[in-house]
């Protein structure tokens, strides 16, 4: 065996680690603390029979654990609002050896108390080697000007005359609220209570809106990071860390609401002319009552998604084009053509306009859906439905909550009352589901999934549907 590991020493109660080659493959060995004066040894298959590799391996692992222990040490040391100070940095060191040794012990609870002294020596000496990298010798503070910064941070942001104005004025008024001007030096400023009082001044301000709170800060930060990039060992970036971040106030979002069985009676009421002049408006918005189809789905339906496999009418919603954009992977998926929708006579209205029309199987059904480009048109809602919707009181507002989303909700709701399970449900509207077992991946056969949708339709729609039957069988 040879030993590999001098440079892994430095960790916490680690001993030398050996290469070891048996049947060919080489292994790592590191002998643990003893227990009852046994000796007891953890060996890792490298999976390698060449030595090089292993010994680089050892290494490669020696580097990472090295790394791991000062980054965590740089990131406590760090999340000091400010330059700590020496028992500061000795508090962190006590804690990360305390937190190391509790790890260790917890991994070897067997091991005796005596060994933990050697494991804290070993500890410091190699934390201490960190902090002396992260803290070097201080520099003398250099006695420069808040003005001087000032003008070195619009010199390096190189922005309008305007711009740099308004950032004056503002720096200015804040420092008069701690008594400092921009002839004061700037290391009265660079203490961590100075820019706390700056800081709480400024969010006190009932005048302002959170906006201008939001973008005083920002000029704060800019003005201490272009000390800090001037005068790197003087002035720490960390004593902004601590600054408050002031979120910019949202609106809530209307959910989108189902539609209730009055208002899909009014929308789908024959008295009105709109589908009869918009024929694959009628049967996208079928679509989406039916199968809980998302507006892009349902929209950029080409022929060839119109489908029949073992004897079932589907409709194949995939991402075939750079044009639908599905939401999921759920949202790809094979949905039985529902027997009311078949009834209406949505497949002789298919086969009637691709033959009427000479498409190709690619074409898109609904050809004003698709830019010149290929792109996906999004203004059906805007430009076709909200009208025809608001015309007919239907939709009230704006954002009342109704939009062709409205028609997958009404979906969702209407086999949830037919008792159908939720995974079939998943699977039929394209949702992943709460868990593993209501993923919409589910392997439910077409047979099955088409036998769920037969337990459930629109009984109230019957009459107009049965007047609709006639109107489309023209188109």
Same mark, same amino acid.
């Given at each position: ?328 992977? !759920? ?134 549907? !049965? ?9």
């Amino acid at each position: 065996m040879k030993n590999c590991g001098a440079k892994c020493d430095a960790r916490i109660g680690a001993k030398p680690i050996y290469l070891w080659l048996r049947n060919n493959t080489f292994y790592s060995i590191m002998e643990l603390p003893r227990v009852n004066g046994k000796r007891r040894y953890k060996r890792l298959s490298l999976h390698t029979d060449n030595y090089y590799e292993a010994r680089e391996k050892i290494k490669q692992m020696a580097v990472i654990f090295d790394k791991e222990i000062e980054k965590e040490l740089r990131l406590r040391v760090n999340a000091s609002p400010f330059h700590i100070t020496e028992k500061e940095v000795i508090k962190i060191r006590d804690e990360l050896i305390e937190e190391y040794n509790r790890k260790y012990a917890a991994s070897h609870p067997k091991v005796q108390t005596k060994n933990t002294q050697q494991n804290q020596a070993v500890s410091k000496e190699y934390i201490d080697k960190i902090i002396s990298s992260i803290y070097p010798e201080k520099a003398p503070t250099p006695e420069c000007t808040i003005q001087e910064i000032m003008n070195a941070m619009l010199l390096n942001a190189n922005t309008k005359h305007d711009t740099n104005r308004r950032k004056i004025n503002s720096l200015n008024k804040m420092f008069e609220t701690v008594k400092l001007t921009p002839k004061s030096l700037y290391t009265d400023f660079h203490d961590v209570k100075i820019i706390q009082t700056i800081t709480q001044h400024l969010i006190n301000k009932s005048d302002m809106s959170d906006k201008n709170k939001q973008m005083q800060l920002s000029y704060i930060k800019e003005f201490v990071t272009c000390a800090h990039n001037m005068y790197p060992s003087a002035f720490p970036l960390n004593i902004i860390l601590n600054m408050p971040n002031i979120k910019k106030k949202t609106k809530a979002k209307n959910p989108h609401l189902p539609y209730t069985n009055d208002q899909l009676y009014e929308i789908f009421n024959p008295e009105h002319d709109f589908f009869q002049k918009n024929p694959d408006c009628f049967w996208t918005c079928l679509i989406g009552l039916f199968t809980g189809a998302r507006i892009n789905a349902a929209l950029t339906l080409q022929y060839a998604d119109i489908i029949n496999e073992n004897g079932i009418d589907c409709i194949c919603f995939q991402s075939n084009h750079p044009a639908k954009n599905l939401k999921n992977e !759920a949202s790809e998926r094979k949905v039985p053509i529902h027997k009311q929708l078949f009834d209406l006579g949505f497949l002789d209205y298919i086969k009637r306009k691709q033959k009427r029309l000479n498409t190709r199987a690619d074409d898109f059904i609904y050809p004003q859906a698709i830019t010149k480009s290929g792109t996906y048109n999004n203004k059906f809602t805007v430009r076709v439905l909200t009208p025809f919707l608001k015309e007919i009181g239907v939709k009230t507002a704006d954002k009342d909550g109704f939009d062709f989303h409205s028609f997958r909700k009404t979906a969702s709701i209407t086999m949830q009352t037919a008792k159908i399970p939720t995974s079939y449900i998943n699977s039929i509207i394209g949702w992943d589901g709460d868990d593993t077992m209501q993923q919409s991946y589910s392997n439910f056969t077409l047979e099955q999934i088409k036998t769920q949708m037969d337990t459930y339709e629109y009984d109230f729609l019957k009459d107009h549907f !049965a007047k609709w039957k006639e109107i489309m069988a023209k188109k």
